[in-house]
Nanobody
Framework: QVHLVESGGGLVQAGGSLRLSCAAS????????TGWFRQAPGKEREFVASISWSGGSKYYTDSVKGRFTISRDNAKNTVYLQMNSLKPDDTAVYYC????????????????WGQGTQVTVSS
């Protein structure tokens, strides 16, 4: 089992920044790829970014490329999502997830999920 807890969400004005953190406990977190997904009201959960267990491979959805950066510190069992130049369309609940198979860009394969953290971007 891997237990994931997100933090760092909040209310920010458009153009601002937030850094989300995902703290993991349980099985060896460094063996898992990690992904960030988000879900806005009335919309399906969508992929945001993912990172391989080593941090050597990273993937982003097109709408966040150049603005968001995913990273991880395996010594701290933590994954981060640095979000810059935030837009109102980024408003959503952001979820951290772990995948033993690799940094997939779809939700299938992610076995473990956190409870989510709310990000609200005002215009």
């Amino acid at each position: 089992q891997v237990h994931l807890v997100e933090s760092g969400g909040g209310l920010v004005q458009a153009g601002g920044s937030l850094r989300l953190s995902c703290a993991a406990s349980g099985r060896t977190f460094s063996e898992y790829a990690t992904g960030w997904f988000r879900q806005a009201p009335g919309k399906e959960r969508e992929f945001v970014a993912s990172i391989s267990w080593s941090g050597g491979s990273k993937y982003y959805t097109d709408s966040v490329k150049g603005r968001f950066t995913i990273s991880r510190d395996n010594a701290k069992n933590t994954v981060y999502l640095q979000m810059n130049s935030l837009k109102p369309d980024d408003t959503a609940v952001y979820y951290c997830s772990a995948n033993p198979r690799g940094p997939a860009v779809v939700a299938y394969g992610y076995n473990y999920w956190g409870q989510g953290t709310q990000v609200t971007v005002s215009s």
